[in-house]
């Protein structure tokens, strides 16, 4: 047996799915490790919907691991994907259906855009095409589809024809759809032989149907990939306000299911990136969010060989080579990788993420794929490759907050930078170092020196290293990481960047 015959998964949880699926094996499900800590029965009876975390921690994984054993055990379920389902011309098409406002607030124009009607109408849609598909038939479903224009349109539209009968908050009805919506009571306008109504009295038309329908088996919808990603500045504050609205409309049909009893869950992963970026708006959805969300963390372990993140790597390791997770770690591991322990190693090289660990697997075995173990030169020999894809991992995370030419001018700031610095003489590098450089100095101006750091600890990519003296006059060393249970970073003290880092960024040990 030798390395290339393992599988650690791949990077992405939704990659390694579809790519066993297509052969037929189950393996990502058989090897999954339920993170602790969670409680997965409430988010079957619809206690918790929100998954939180950082990039690589599992929410995708845990939301297909949710998603597979309710499909198998006969409930109504379906997987919605933000990033891969709703195009930029899906975006567009619902920006213009919703209108605008600009409302003066003491002399400050502000632009308000409100997408909350316009996601509960696809929510509802999306209810209405799980009925359908499975035979419900009673006469408050055949309102359903009616009102939703499942019964004229069998194959549903895409998101982008959903979104364009949509104007200014009303909808074009015709047909059946508009024969329900009279016999409902909800007002219609005629102009040019077209009908409208109001996307909000269709809306709780819908809810009120959906209330009188007696489900026998529950109903999940899952949605993933809630990303943002800052390519314009119209464009990125628009998709935070169509992210906020979502996450908004989740909440609320949740909250109103629970209120009347339906059988009908929404279930979301949401980014601590994201949330972070789109709680800068101002709207009271954190909350909701922290008393019905998990966050998913897996720093509260001290870095023994029993650490929950390495069980899951183990698990995962066993079962595609068909042995005990008991001897993985003797069987494929050196006792010690450049001095630590190997589990130490493993780590401290990452952020206590899972999908860090199996990069730097994978990213490791390209070293000898022949050999039957890994040996300390297949970290060393791969270590450049590593901080690079690990890089590329923290400049998609920063993406949540940070254009494209703020992360770069944010790199060129770090390259060639020291391991360890206090604030002041980062302040001078980009005083004196970058004083010609605009785009560094526009960065630093405009968010400041400590929110830069704030951002970068918040992500991992720094934390603090420093010594302290106690009453007796003994030194202690204190280290301080945010995937330690340090949520926040001390500015005033020495600061670190994570080693895996050092290789890419060319930092000088100090």
């Not at 372990?301 to 650490?307: I, L, N, R």
């Not at 949540?400 to 770090?414: F, N, V, W």
Request: glycine share 6%.
């Amino acid at each position: 047996m030798r390395l290339r015959d393992i599988n650690f998964g791949d990077v992405d949880a939704k990659n390694e799915i579809l790519k066993q699926r297509r052969i037929g094996e189950r393996d990502f499900f058989e090897s999954y490790s339920i993170p602790q800590g969670l409680d997965l029965q409430e988010y079957y009876a619809g206690q918790k919907y929100f998954v939180l975390g950082l990039k690589g921690t599992g929410k995708t994984a845990l939301l297909r691991y949710l998603h597979d054993t309710v499909t198998a055990r006969g409930d109504l379920s379906e997987f919605i994907l933000f990033k891969s389902h709703v195009s930029e011309e899906d975006r567009q098409k619902l920006s213009e259906g919703a209108g605008f406002q600009i409302v003066d607030t003491e002399n400050v124009p502000t632009f308000i855009q409100d997408f909350k009607e316009s996601w509960k109408w696809l929510i509802y849609q999306k209810i209405a095409a799980k009925l359908h598909q499975a035979n419900i038939e009673d006469a408050d479903c055949q309102r359903l589809y009616k009102l939703t224009g499942l019964s004229e349109n069998r194959l549903t539209s895409t998101l982008g024809e959903l979104f364009s009968k949509i104007s200014s908050g009303n909808l074009k009805f015709s047909g059946e759809a508009l024969g329900v919506a009279l016999e409902l009571g909800i007002e219609t306008k005629a102009s040019n032989g077209v009908s409208s109504v109001s996307l909000s009295s269709v809306n709780r038309s819908c809810a009120l149907l959906l209330n009188s329908i007696q489900l026998d088996k529950p109903l999940y919808l899952f949605f993933d990939e809630l990303e943002l990603f800052h390519q314009t500045s119209d464009q990125f504050d628009r998709d935070r306000r169509i992210i906020r609205d979502l996450v908004y409309s989740i909440s609320q049909i949740n909250s109103e299911s629970a209120e009347y009893g339906r059988r009908v869950f929404i279930i979301s992963s949401l980014r601590t990136e994201v949330l972070h970026s789109i709680l800068e708006l101002g709207h009271e959805i954190g909350r909701d969010v922290d008393d019905y969300g998990d966050k998913l963390d897996w720093s509260a372990e001290k870095a023994t060989k029993d650490h929950p993140l390495l069980k899951l790597i183990a698990k995962k390791i066993a079962v595609s080579v068909n042995i005990s997770a008991d001897h993985v770690w003797t069987r494929f591991f050196p006792i010690k990788i450049n001095n630590q322990d190997y589990y130490k190693f493993l780590l401290n090289s990452s952020y206590y993420r899972p999908r860090d660990i199996v990069r730097l697997l994978r990213v490791a075995r390209q070293h000898n794929k022949e050999a039957e173990a890994f040996t300390t030169a297949h970290f060393d020999e791969s270590s450049t490759e590593y901080s690079k894809q690990t890089w590329l991992e923290i400049t998609e995370e920063l993406l949540a907050s940070y254009s494209p030419g703020e992360i770069a001018a944010l790199q060129r700031t770090l390259l060639g930078f020291k391991t360890h610095f206090f604030k002041d003489e980062l302040e001078d590098r980009i005083n004196v170092r970058y004083k010609a450089d605009r785009p560094v100095q526009e960065l630093f101006s405009s968010k400041g020196v400590t929110t830069v750091l704030e951002d970068l600890y918040r992500i991992g990519v720094l934390g603090n290293d420093f010594i302290v003296r106690d009453t007796f006059g003994n030194t202690k060393r204190r280290h301080r990481w945010i995937f330690r249970g340090n949520s926040s970073i001390n500015a005033s003290e020495r600061m670190a960047i994570h080693k895996s880092l050092w290789k890419h960024l060319t930092i000088i040990p100090m």
